[in-house]
């Protein structure tokens, strides 16, 4: 999917560069003179936690969790989709429907451990070997607001230079999780906020911060063959998302389409 995305980035340049010149004169809809595409960097956080229940040789029942703040140690982040416009708001603003197909990958930076032992206190974990990789994510999923659009986007006008969007939405997705011990795939819903401040040159770009918040599973997985060797051993691990943030540098590669308004043909 990454090498379809790149391809399709570098058509866009390509096609923003040779269309502007045909001679043939096209109107296309909203919908494609608005599509967009474009690349980014994400960055997220979890509570990474194990919850290991365990029974000595006496008889007496433990149960201890261990709970780790974590973050993404590396976040790439892929968008594609477009903007509808549904209702004109004022001289130069618009209400739309925004659709963005969005691919996040993430790799984790915590450690695993390789041990247990029951003490008198409770479950004491052992990370006397260190790992090389903690765990990865794939998070994908569509991206639907309502978007306030002002500016050249909004009036899809040439006779606009700047643009800016401000959208609140949801963002369902399915997130595939890999680590030492468990893998994932899991569905979640998260509300999101975003911004945009774009420019027009011979197509639009912008610059897009998206901020999705709320608990998104990334693990919840459970291993009941004797954890480490321990009797009756029931380990529970956990990786809870709380969040996460987007950087994109967005292209509009049909905005050559924009129309040019003067004051005889304005409305």
Do not use: C
Not at 32 to 47: C, M, P, Q
Not at 62 to 87: E, F, M
Not at 253 to 266: A, D, Q, R
Request: charged share 15%; proline share 2%; aromatic share 14%.
């Amino acid at each position: 999917m990454r090498v379809t995305i790149t391809r399709l980035f570098l058509l866009s340049i390509l096609v923003a560069g040779l269309l502007p010149t045909a001679k043939a004169q096209m109107n296309l809809p909203g919908f494609l003179k608005n599509y967009e595409i474009g690349y980014g960097a994400s960055f997220t956080w979890a509570d990474y936690s194990r919850t290991l229940k365990a029974v000595s040789e006496g008889g007496q029942s433990y149960d201890t969790t261990v709970t780790t703040r974590v973050k993404s140690k590396h976040g790439l982040s892929a968008t594609t989709g477009t903007s509808i416009n549904l209702k004109r708001l004022g001289e130069k603003s618009q209400l739309a429907l925004g659709l963005s197909g969005i691919y996040n990958l993430y790799t984790w930076d915590y450690a695993t451990a390789n041990g247990a032992r029951l003490t008198d206190s409770g479950v004491v974990y052992d990370y006397s070997y260190g790992t090389t990789f903690g765990g990865a994510t794939l998070n994908a999923g569509l991206a639907i607001s309502a978007d306030f659009k002002f500016g050249a986007e909004a009036m899809m006008d040439k006779q606009y230079r700047l643009s800016w969007t401000g959208g609140i939405g949801v963002y369902p997705s399915v997130n595939l999780t890999a680590d030492i011990d468990n893998t994932n795939m899991t569905f979640g819903v998260q509300p999101f906020v975003k911004t945009e401040f774009g420019i027009r040159g011979p197509i639009a770009a912008k610059l897009r911060l998206m901020y999705a918040f709320g608990n998104l599973t990334y693990i919840d997985a459970t291993d009941k063959n004797n954890f480490f060797g321990l009797q009756g051993a029931q380990n529970n691990t956990k990786l809870i998302g709380k969040g996460n943030f987007t950087v994109s540098l967005i292209l509009l590669p049909f905005s050559w389409n924009y129309k040019t308004s003067h004051w005889y043909n304005s409305y």
